[in-house]
């Protein structure tokens, strides 16, 4: 039971620095392990299917009082399920990106910083942070009368087109 214990600590351990380092381990073991495809293959399988292994292994070979190859015949299994699991969970977030550029109606309702003067009755840039994107739009104020200054914070009230939006200050100061 020792030697399960120990062969799934070593799973833990190897998952551990799988999220640490990353796929730092995949890209090495690429060259070694030619004949496994990147799609079948990922160092948190691996550590998974062996952290499962010994502590299904253990269970199976302590608490439940199966001999010696039961054992290992059952930590296989459930070594195989955490395998497949942790295979499918690693491909389910590697297909979760996007190359769709952000939409400007997405923008409605966040911040932003003007970036070129936005003159009255007049168009300037404004930089949003949209979806991990920085996205620059053309930008127009509602109010006519006073220019928006660079580096103001303003809010994006609303889109006039796929490229410029309408905005507002976020703060202005009172005057007596």
Known sequence: ???????????LGLLLVSLVIGDLLDGFLDGLLDWLS??????AALAGFVSAF????????????????????????????????ALWLT?????????????GDAAVGLDAAVITTIPA?????????????????????????????????????GVLS???VTVAPTWREITS
Do not use: C
């Open 121 to 157: 009755g007049g168009f300037g840039v404004v930089r949003v942070a949209l979806g991990g994107h920085t996205v620059t739009y053309n930008a127009k104020a509602p109010d006519n009368d006073e220019e928006i200054a660079p580096g103001t914070a303003v809010h994006v009230t």
């Open 1 to 11: 039971m020792t030697t399960f214990l120990i062969i799934g600590a070593v799973g």
């Open 54 to 85: 010994g502590f299904g292994g253990a269970i199976a070979y302590g608490p439940l009082g199966l001999t010696l190859v039961p054992s290992i015949v059952t930590g296989s299994v459930v070594g195989a399920l955490f395998a497949w699991f």
């Open 91 to 103: 491909q389910l977030l590697k297909e979760d990106q996007t190359d769709t550029a952000p939409s």
């Open 162 to 164: 796929p490229t410029a």
């Open 38 to 43: 990147g799609d079948w293959y990922s160092t």
